[in-house]
């Protein structure tokens, strides 16, 4: 891969010329070979020399070429990268302005009730002993005593006990009836 200085890129075109033909290393006796041909006589020797010229021209012109179409391929791949490079920043820019509109309505949501609570927290000593003096059950905060619990588990135990003696003594006279009808037959 051929690399370029970026500080050529904000140059002329004939200094751009100038760097690309240092880079690809066109001879420099190109021009004599030339003129040197084209100044022989019109012999085997002249063709097979012109020949020869032109076929170092191809070569030179095909690696030229190749070198082009590689930085043509480069200069995609950097446009690419800078493409994606651009498209996460829009995105990152759209989420932080999103977070931005968020944060400031909450701000304000909360400039405009600080004023009512930073009164609450003014008086809060004076409301925690005006409510100390106010009497209050424990049971409403507490729910049922441990005491009424274990009276409410007893009373079930106790229903359940007295159930179960009830449905052995129907047993028990459905068991005498049929007994006594079974007698009377």
């Not at 012109?61 to 043509?72: D, G, H, I, K």
Request: proline share 2%.
């Amino acid at each position: 891969m051929m690399t370029s200085d970026m500080n050529l890129a904000l140059e002329s075109v004939e200094v751009l010329k100038g760097a690309m033909h240092n880079a690809v290393k066109v001879p420099q006796n190109t021009q004599a070979q030339v003129q040197g041909c084209l100044n022989m006589p019109a012999t085997y020797n002249t063709v097979v020399a012109r020949t020869q010229l032109a076929h170092q021209f191809y070569e030179h012109v095909s690696e030229v070429a190749r070198m082009c179409c590689q930085l043509v391929h480069d200069q995609h791949l950097q446009q690419q990268g800078w493409a994606a490079v651009v498209a996460s920043l829009e995105d990152i820019v759209a989420a932080f302005r999103a977070r931005h509109d968020a944060f400031q309505q909450n701000f304000v949501e909360y400039l405009s009730g600080r004023e009512e609570k930073v009164a609450l927290l003014q008086f809060f000593e004076e409301d925690l002993k005006l409510l100390a003096r106010i009497p209050v059950f424990p049971e409403f905060f507490l729910g049922k005593t441990q005491e009424e619990e274990e009276e409410e588990e007893a009373g079930k135990k106790r229903t359940s006990t007295a159930q179960k003696k009830r449905r052995k003594s129907r047993r028990m006279r459905r068991g005498q009836e049929e007994e006594e009808e079974e007698k009377e037959k």
